[in-house]
């Protein structure tokens, strides 16, 4: 998986800093009435992200 590359992307802005930044802001609330949820997965992810040296991280899937 190349985390650079995302499969679903739920914003994206491109330009200066100081534009992005005022566009991130004034985003919704993901309880404002009327925003339309982005789908959910039926069941959490169950797991967690262990850091494996500076940079690296592996995911660890939850079995219990």
Do not use: F, Q
């Not at 998986?1 to 566009?23: F, N, Q």
């Not at 802001?25 to 069941?43: M, Q, Y």
């Not at 967690?48 to 899937?61: I, Q």
Request: with cysteine; glycine share 10%.
């Amino acid at each position: 998986m190349d985390i650079t590359r995302p499969t679903t992307l739920l914003w994206e802005r491109k330009g200066y800093a100081s534009d992005v930044l005022g566009a991130l802001l004034a985003l919704p609330e993901d309880h404002t009435p009327g925003v339309t949820d982005r789908p959910r997965s039926a069941k959490p992810a169950g797991g967690c992200w262990v850091p494996l040296t500076p940079g690296r991280a592996k995911w660890l899937p939850a079995t219990a």
